[in-house]
């Protein structure tokens, strides 16, 4: 015996209620399969359905190009280099006494200690570049001389650019979570949109012998499965 049984995935859902919508209309005309709020209704839903579903998958789509990475890795590369070098150079002043070890506290780094910090995270070279920009300008303004061979302003540069991306990415994470959040809220209102939907396609054609039923509800996207050695066939694609 043919029993229903809800779409599982959200390309399913889409094509299932695409397919009534669609077939609710044959050449301009209105077939009267489908009550007029509740045509409206799964139509409106699933406009609004499609486009957070086309953001999700367009940002996820951004978020893994190839070419975006490759691109971000080089910036977080370059950023991290420069960051580095920049406070090993700080290091070697220090030890030739061009600069006082005391000066070390204002990028942050331990007074007593020539060894770099871990920078393999992104947040720290985020967190490092900032300090010693800070740092720099602070030493820099009560009459310091600038550090060479990178300069502060190669290493602001670096830094500033690969923190944009850094943001950039942040906000396609952030777009992605939001509309997954958003289409797994819709999803239960989709669910009863679609059996509503099924049950007046149903009823439309309740008249008729089983299997002529079954043909014509199907065509306005009803999908049904059949139970067989206890797995479930799809009658429908």
Not at 50 to 77: H, T
Not at 136 to 157: C, K, L, W
Not at 177 to 199: C, T
Not at 213 to 227: D, E, L, N, P, Q
Request: with cysteine; hydrophobic share 35%.
């Amino acid at each position: 015996m043919p029993y229903r049984r809800l779409p599982k995935t959200d390309q399913a859902r889409i094509r299932t209620l695409r397919m009534a919508i669609d077939s609710s209309v044959q050449n301009g005309v209105y077939m009267n399969v489908l009550s007029h709020n509740t045509y409206y209704k799964a139509k409106t839903f699933l406009e609004r359905f499609v486009r957070e579903v086309d953001i999700y998958k367009k940002s996820v789509s951004e978020q893994s190009s190839k070419r975006g990475n490759q691109r971000y890795e080089a910036a977080l590369k370059r950023a991290r280099m420069y960051v580095s070098h920049f406070i090993q150079v700080l290091s070697m002043s220090i030890m030739r006494g061009e600069i006082a070890r005391a000066k070390r506290a204002y990028y942050g780094l331990p007074e007593n200690e020539d060894s770099l910090p871990n920078l393999l995270s992104e947040t720290a070279v985020l967190e490092w570049g900032q300090r010693i920009i800070d740092g720099e300008r602070r030493r820099q303004a009560e009459g310091g001389v600038p550090i060479y061979n990178p300069t502060m302003g190669r290493v602001s540069v670096e830094f500033e650019t690969f923190r944009q991306m850094y943001r950039q990415q942040q906000m396609l994470q952030q777009r992605t979570s939001d509309a997954l959040r958003n289409i797994a809220g819709m999803r239960p209102e989709g669910d009863k949109i679609i059996l509503d939907v099924w049950s007046e396609i149903e009823a439309k054609f309740s008249a008729l012998e089983s299997s002529e039923r079954i043909k014509h509800c199907a065509s306005y996207g009803v999908i049904y499965y059949t139970r067989g050695d206890r797995k479930a066939k799809d009658t429908q694609e």
